[in-house]
Structure formats: structure tokens, C-alpha cells
């Protein structure tokens, strides 16, 4: 029901756009997230949008490079991330829980992410 996409390699400072399909089920009363899991890491939270609204959060990690947005009418949601680090190499996964609630239920299958230096 999420469908990830838009990973690949790219230099350092360079650019991605990663996006998220959703289907099978109406999320307008969800949280949706991006998570990433780098090599013998933690996956750890990346940035969230509500489909209402379009209230947005992110990590201290990729505040001002890293912007989410929802795509009402393709019913997707996107990463675009800007000025890539090679800290950012890591599998990204797109996530959705109910708004109000701390379990993220759904889950996409992952899109690697190689930033090299």
C-alpha cells in the first residue's frame, strides 16, 4: 500500500527526489513519514507531514536541506532532499500512522540512498 521510489547514487551536494505511492486505503487522516536505516544503524525519523493540513516536522539532521510535501491529486508524498552528505547514504522507507497515534503501521518497502564523497 506505500510504494517508495526516486533513490539512486549521487554526489555529494547534489540532489534527490524521493516519493511515495500510496493506495488500497484512504489516508487523509494520516501522519505520513519518511524513516531511514543506514548500515549498522538504527533506523531513525526523517520528517513527517499530516495529509490534513500539511503541518510539517523534520530532523534537526536535515532541517533546511530535506523538504516534505504531499501530493493530494497523485496521492503520493515526496522527499525532496537537497545538498546530500554522504551521512545521508542509508535505505529510506516511507511510513503512515493514524494522526493522534505513535504506531506507524504501514510500510513501504525501502529505496536505497548512496551519497558519495
Known amino acids: 500500500q506505500l510504494q517508495a521510489s526516486g533513490g539512486g547514487l549521487v554526489q555529494a551536494g547534489g540532489s534527490l527526489r524521493l516519493s511515495c505511492a500510496a493506495s488500497?486505503?484512504?489516508?487523509?487522516?494520516?501522519?505520513m513519514a519518511w524513516f531511514r536505516q543506514a548500515p549498522g544503524k538504527e533506523r531513525e525519523f526523517v520528517a513527517d507531514?499530516?495529509?490534513?493540513?500539511?503541518?510539517?516536522g523534520y530532523a534537526d539532521y536535515v532541517k533546511g536541506r530535506f523538504t516534505i510535501s504531499r501530493d493530494n491529486a497523485k496521492n503520493t508524498v515526496n522527499l525532496q532532499m537537497n545538498n546530500l552528505k554522504p551521512e545521508d547514504t542509508a535505505v529510506y522507507y516511507c511510513?503512515?500512522?493514524?494522526?493522534?497515534?505513535?504506531?506507524?503501521?504501514?510500510w513501504g518497502q525501502g529505496t536505497q540512498v548512496t551519497v558519495s564523497s
Open positions: 488500497g486505503r484512504t489516508f487523509s487522516s494520516y501522519v
Open positions: 511510513a503512515a500512522k493514524k494522526a493522534g497515534t505513535g504506531l506507524y503501521e504501514y
Open positions: 507531514i499530516y495529509w490534513i493540513g500539511g503541518t510539517a
